[in-house]
């Protein structure tokens, strides 16, 4: 059984969270890169309204084989209450069929399962199954904070169970 982390991060917490598992885990990790520019408050607010329309962008890497991996993770800030355009394209262009998913989604709010719920039903439609997620709330936190917060998840999940 081989495990991929595949997450998408701005501000680099959603980085921060991603790192730990895998350094917790001993698994493999891929950054998705969006090549647009989503810093400054203008970008921010369209970056926002991307997410609420799930409009697709253009990413690094553009597409993954999957093909060696049994489980995959997927992470990604919250953005107006939807994971972010990069990892939604990123979502569309890989075969999950028969992959089992853990999702994790950072975010400034207290609406978790509300907001990881998209997520949920992205790669369900793919073909994957949906074994675990959790969310982090991250607004106000320390870098040692959020390390700590993904530490506690990885206990609470039982999340070693399922590394490659």
């Not at 891929?30 to 697709?56: C, Q």
């Not at 253009?58 to 990604?76: C, M, S």
């Not at 369900?124 to 675990?132: N, S, W, Y």
Request: include cysteine; charged fraction near 25%.
């Amino acid at each position: 059984m081989k495990t991929l982390i595949i997450y998408y991060s701005n501000s680099g917490k959603t980085h921060l969270v991603a790192k730990t598992l895998a350094v917790n885990l001993n698994v493999d990790m891929v950054r998705i890169n969006d090549l647009k520019n989503r810093d400054g408050f203008k970008n921010r607010l369209l970056s926002s309204i991307n997410a609420l329309r799930e409009t697709k962008t253009d990413i690094v890497p553009a597409k993954l084989n999957l093909n060696e991996y049994d489980i995959i993770y997927f992470g990604t800030p919250i953005w107006a209450g939807n994971p972010t355009p990069a990892i939604l394209t990123i979502i569309d262009r890989c075969d999950l069929r028969g992959k089992d998913v853990i999702l994790f989604a950072t975010m400034n709010s207290n609406h978790g399962e509300a907001n990881i719920k998209r997520l949920e039903e992205k790669v369900k439609t793919r073909g994957a199954r949906v074994i675990e997620s959790f969310t982090l709330k991250t607004q106000n936190k320390s870098s040692e904070k959020i390390i700590m917060d993904t530490e506690t998840m990885i206990e609470i999940l039982d999340l070693k169970m399922y590394k490659g």
